[in-house]
C-alpha cells in the first residue's frame, strides 16, 4: 500500500515547498528561514528516533555519509533555490532548470550506480520534460522577450542547485542503503544545517518577524516537508531506481500552479492544463516500465 500512495503523497508534500516559500517571503529572509527549518526538522527527526528507538550509525564513516549527503540533497540545494528566486530568477526559468534533473539524474545513473533506462523509460523522461517546457511555455516566451539582465549570477546558482541535488540522490542511493532512515534524516539535517546556517549570517540579516503566519509556514515545512516529503523521498530512493524517483520531480510545477490556482487565484493557462497531461503521461511511462523488474526480483 505505501508503495502506492508513497509517490503521489510525496509529489504533494513536496510541492507545497513553493506555496511555504510565497508566504514565508514577507516575513523572513530566505537562507535564514531555511537554517532554522533544517535545525528543527533535525531535532524533530532525531527525538522521533530516540522515541521508536531506531538505530544509528555505528561508525563515523556513516555517519560521514549522511552528512555530507544532507549538504547536497537539501543544504546547498534549497539554499540554491530560495537564494535564485529571491534574486528575481522567474518561477517558469527556475521550473526548467528543476526538470532538468530528472534528465541529468538518468545520464549519470549508469556510472555511479549501473541502473539502466528502458526505452519506455527514456522517452517518459523525454516526454515529461516536453510537457514541462509545454506547461510554463508563456513565461519563457516572456524571459525571452524581456530578458534576464543582473541575473546571470543567480541563475547560475540555480543551476548548481540542481546538480547538488541530484548528486545528493546518487550518493544516497550509493552509500545509505543500509541504516534507519529516521537517524539519517536527522543527520542530513544537521549537514543541511552545516551549510545554511553560515549563508545565512554572512548573507542576511537573520530576519523573522514571529507573526502567525511565519510560525505557520515553518511548522509546515518542517512537519509536512522536512519530515514527511523528505522521508518520503529517502523511502522512495532506497526502494527503486533513482531515476524513477526523480522523475516525479516533472510533477511539481503543474502541481504548483493548481495549487496556486486554488490558493492565490492564479489563472491556469491552456498550456499549463496541456503539458500537466503530458508530464503525467511520462512520469507513468518511466515508473511502469521500472515497477516490472522490482516485482519480479521479490518473487
Given at each position: ?86 534574486q528575481g530568477v522567474p518561477a517558469g526559468l527556475s521550473g526548467v532548470i528543476a526538470g532538468l534533473q530528472p534528465l541529468l539524474t538518468a545520464m549519470v545513473a549508469p556510472l555511479f550506480l549501473s541502473e539502466r533506462l528502458g ?58 542503503q543500509q541504516g534507519d532512515l529516521l537517524s539519517i534524516a536527522s543527520l542530513q539535517f544537521v549537514g543541511a544545517l552545516i551549510v545554511t546556517l553560515p549563508l545565512a549570517l554572512l548573507l542576511e540579516d537573520l530576519r523573522f ?91
Open positions: 500500500m505505501l508503495d502506492r500512495l508513497a509517490p503521489a503523497v510525496f509529489v504533494f508534500l513536496w510541492s507545497t515547498g513553493w506555496i511555504v516559500a510565497k508566504y514565508a517571503a514577507a516575513h523572513a529572509d530566505p537562507i535564514t528561514f531555511l537554517a532554522a527549518r533544517h535545525a528543527l526538522a533535525a531535532i524533530a527527526f532525531a527525538g522521533v528516533a530516540v522515541v521508536v528507538g531506531a538505530s544509528w550509525p555505528k561508525t563515523s564513516r556513516q555517519f560521514g555519509h549522511a552528512l555530507f549527503s544532507g549538504v547536497f540533497l537539501h543544504g546547498l540545494y534549497l539554499a540554491g533555490v530560495w537564494y535564485a528566486i529571491g526505452p519506455i523509460q527514456k522517452a517518459g523522461l523525454g516526454l515529461g520534460f516536453a510537457g514541462i517546457l509545454i506547461a510554463i511555455s508563456p513565461q519563457l516566451l516572456d524571459i525571452a522577450e524581456h530578458g534576464l539582465e543582473g541575473l546571470a549570477l543567480p541563475v547560475i546558482i540555480n543551476l548548481v542547485a540542481m546538480f547538488s541535488v541530484t548528486y545528493g540522490t546518487l550518493y544516497q542511493k550509493q552509500h545509505l518577524d514571529w507573526t502567525m503566519q511565519a510560525v505557520a509556514a515553518m511548522a509546515w515545512s518542517v512537519i509536512g516537508i522536512s519530515m514527511g516529503a523528505v522521508a518520503l523521498l529517502l523511502y522512495l530512493i532506497r526502494r527503486g531506481q533513482v531515476s524513477r524517483a526523480a522523475s516525479l520531480i516533472y510533477l511539481m510545477p503543474p502541481t504548483v500552479a493548481i495549487e496556486a490556482a486554488i490558493l492565490f487565484g492564479e489563472p491556469l493557462t491552456p498550456p499549463m492544463v496541456i503539458g500537466t497531461i503530458i508530464v503525467v503521461a511520462g512520469v507513468w511511462m518511466v515508473n511502469r516500465k521500472a515497477a516490472r523488474p522490482e516485482a519480479s526480483e521479490a518473487q
